[in-house]
């Protein structure tokens, strides 16, 4: 990662200033209001504490039916690539819990876990997703009411997170950074979190947008070194039969169309407003809500629209 990448990521190696209250940030603003207006309050409490609630309810259903379920498909990947199978074997179910969804990327990095076995696999994945949930709130800043008020509202999907050992967190942590380099790695994680460059297109931050195509031609070209015939594999079967017969919380289950305008208008309201103070919230829900494939545990990395990361957007 060069410098410019860390001074994008606001200082990741570890001098993040915290943000307080009032300083612009949409829910700040928010939460300020409510310390003013008790009727807010009383609904922004609320709102917490049902999602509280919910969320509890969501963690003790996984751990007790299908604990660290998506490990399997990210273990069975890792043992495909380390035995020369197809990583994309035609005929597997998508419906099914073994299936991969994702760039050939994550499967090459999960190469040395598949080497163990299962259960010790399983165990320091989900380490990695616990440290990432940590370093996610860290970054959004564990003093900020903001943050814990929306750990709350979104704690459904966090705790499903974190109950099947979902790769998401990884989205979610890297999205919080916000630097060239770490959208463009969620972005080969999973493929929507790239329409948050577009943060940078409505900025007219030309620098930070090469970049991000830069790291994400770079992380193209490791793919098909090592992993060429998956690569392909990949541009081959990638497509809307993916999404499935699954509790799809998406507009497309509704309507393909619907759910085709619905992404327009997004593109165009986070290009429209990327320079106000909603910008980055609005590119990180598009990068979200935009797959057509939408699971309630993907909405966990709303978390990453709490923070603003640097730009360099040139003045108007």
């Known amino acids: 990662?060069?410098?410019?990448?860390?001074?994008?990521?606001?200082?990741?190696?570890?001098?993040?200033?915290?943000?307080?209250?009032?300083?612009?940030?949409?829910?700040?603003?928010?939460?300020?209001?409510?310390?003013?207006?008790?009727?807010?309050?009383?609904?922004?409490?609320?709102?917490?504490?049902?999602?509280?609630?919910?969320?509890?309810?969501?963690?003790?259903?996984?751990?007790?039916?299908?604990?660290?379920?998506?490990v399997q498909a990210y273990y069975l990947a890792g043992t495909r690539l380390n035995t020369g199978q197809a990583l994309y074997p035609p005929g597997?179910?998508?419906?099914?819990?073994?299936?991969?969804?994702?760039?050939?990327l994550f499967a090459i990095a999960f190469r040395p876990l598949a080497l163990?076995?299962?259960?010790?696999?399983?165990?320091?994945?989900?380490?990695?997703?616990?440290?990432?949930?940590?370093?996610?709130?860290?970054?959004?800043?564990?003093?900020?009411?903001?943050?814990?008020?929306?750990?709350?509202?979104?704690?459904?999907?966090?705790a499903w997170t974190v109950a099947i050992g979902q790769a998401q967190?990884?989205?979610?942590?890297?999205?919080?950074?916000g630097s060239p380099l770490t959208v463009a790695l969620a972005a080969n994680l999973k493929l929507f979190p790239a329409l948050v460059a577009l943060w940078w297109v409505?900025?007219?931050?030309?620098?930070?947008?090469?970049?991000?195509?830069?790291?994400?031609?770079?992380?193209?070209?490791?793919?098909?070194?090592?992993?060429?015939?998956?690569?392909i594999d990949f541009l081959r079967t990638t497509g809307l039969s993916q999404v499935g017969d699954v509790v799809n919380i998406s507009p497309y289950a509704l309507s393909p169309v619907l759910w085709a305008i619905l992404v327009i208008l997004g593109v165009g309201a986070a290009l429209r407003f990327a320079r106000t103070s909603w910008g980055w919230t609005l590119a990180v829900l598009l990068g979200v809500l935009a797959s057509p494939?939408?699971?309630?545990?993907?909405?966990?990395?709303l978390l990453a629209s709490l923070r603003t990361p640097s730009s360099r957007a040139p003045k108007a």
């Open 1 to 70: 990662m060069t410098s410019d990448d860390l001074d994008s990521a606001n200082m990741v190696a570890g001098d993040a200033p915290q943000s307080q209250p009032g300083t612009g940030e949409p829910l700040d603003l928010l939460i300020d209001l409510a310390r003013r207006r008790r009727t807010i309050a009383t609904l922004m409490v609320g709102l917490a504490v049902i999602g509280a609630i919910l969320g509890l309810d969501m963690l003790v259903f996984h751990l007790t039916t299908d604990p660290l379920n998506d």
């Open 202 to 231: 409505g900025r007219r931050d030309w620098r930070s947008l090469r970049r991000f195509v830069g790291w994400s031609i770079a992380l193209g070209l490791v793919q098909v070194i090592l992993a060429p015939t998956a690569t």
């Open 92 to 104: 597997l179910d998508v419906n099914g819990p073994h299936y991969y969804f994702y760039p050939p």
């Open 169 to 177: 967190a990884m989205v979610t942590l890297l999205l919080a950074f």
């Open 116 to 158: 163990l076995p299962y259960p010790v696999a399983a165990c320091a994945w989900e380490l990695f997703v616990l440290i990432a949930l940590a370093t996610t709130l860290w970054r959004l800043g564990i003093r900020r009411p903001a943050t814990w008020f929306a750990v709350a509202v979104l704690a459904r999907p966090i």
């Open 293 to 301: 494939r939408l699971l309630i545990y993907m909405l966990s990395s």
